[in-house]
């Protein structure tokens, strides 16, 4: 069984997508036939509108399923307006070569939004405002051959980018003072942090309806395995100094990868892993091996710095090998 995430980068129909679908999709078919997955997690899933349908549709992963595997796999979605009112832009999708059991969106289930008093907005705001995420997770249950359910939380948390402080900004990415940029910057932080703290509280609801659940959490967690997101998540024992918890800790497996092959971002010339795959010790007494597609993978600053979006993605797809159940 293959387990994969891939961010595919605003997959979108134009007018919205710089690139047309069709270009994007002689680069992206082929990164998706070369994970040859069973169950696989996709991150910026753009919703498109459609004449006579009240809600947006993923017409434009549709198309870029067409004629691969993928079209004929079971699927969840997100579907709910993010979590500030607008319009679902980078939605969650999982597919899936088994039956999906289950699926729910989770946001703020377990943990409510914080309240944050600004400092350095302008006007200055009367009250705390809620810190609320970007999107939701995506918890699907899979049903495995031989009977067993697997649970895959798709996950995207937000990016390392200052949130917007009202007043402190004089052009999209120009700022008006260091205070202000840093205030928004932690309160992106704060988000990247709760939001992995949900995905640990989701965890321990399911551990505690069965200690040996088969869970991954898989996708865009923008942070690297020595980040505060992924020690949340994980709860390793040398964290938590008990060893009694330790069959909950989740077991991050590109740490199997040698240093110069651990990495799914280019920014500025430096690799980072962003993208992961945590596991169960459960699921992963059944790993085998983990890739990282990231051979064509370029940086990412200097398409930004071009105002330049790419045919492919700026991420590498990850993908993980078990054993059968």
Known sequence: ??????????????????????????????ALERLDADILCLQ??????IRGRHERVLAALDRLLEGTRYAQYARAETHAPDLKGSAPVHNLVTLSRFPIFTQRE?????????????????????????????????????????????AVINVHFRAPLAAHVPGQKLE???????????????????????????????IDRLLDACSGRLIAVCGDFNAEDHEVPIRIVQGAE??????????????????????????????HGRPQMLDHICVTRTLHARFRSIEVHNEA?????????????????YHAAVVATFSEM
């Not at 710089?18 to 680069?27: F, M, S």
């Not at 405002?129 to 697997?150: H, Q």
């Not at 999209?172 to 949900?198: C, D, H, I, N, T």
Request: no cysteine.
């Open 1 to 30: 069984m293959r387990i994969a995430t891939f961010n595919l980068e605003s997959l979108d129909l134009p007018p919205k997508a710089k690139v047309p679908l069709e270009v994007r999709a002689q680069v992206l078919r082929p």
């Open 172 to 202: 999209p990415f120009v700022w008006k003072s260091v205070s202000g940029w840093a205030e928004g910057y932690f309160m992106s932080a704060l988000r990247r942090a709760q939001q992995a703290l949900e995905v640990r509280s989701l």
């Open 297 to 313: 993978v370029g940086d990412e600053l200097v398409g930004y710095a071009r105002n330049q979006r790419g045919s492919a993605s």
């Open 44 to 49: 910026e899933v753009n919703g498109q509108h």
């Open 238 to 267: 040398e964290d938590t100094g008990n060893p009694d918890l330790s069959p909950r800790s989740m077991i991050l497996l590109d740490r199997s990868l040698p240093l110069d092959r651990r990495w799914s971002v280019l920014h």
């Open 106 to 150: 989770i946001a703020h289930e377990f943990q409510p939004p914080i309240a944050y008093a600004m400092r350095t907005d302008t006007p200055h705001a009367a009250a705390p405002v809620p810190l609320r995420f970007d999107r939701p997770v995506l918890l699907t249950e899979i049903e495995l051959p031989g009977g067993k359910r697997l």
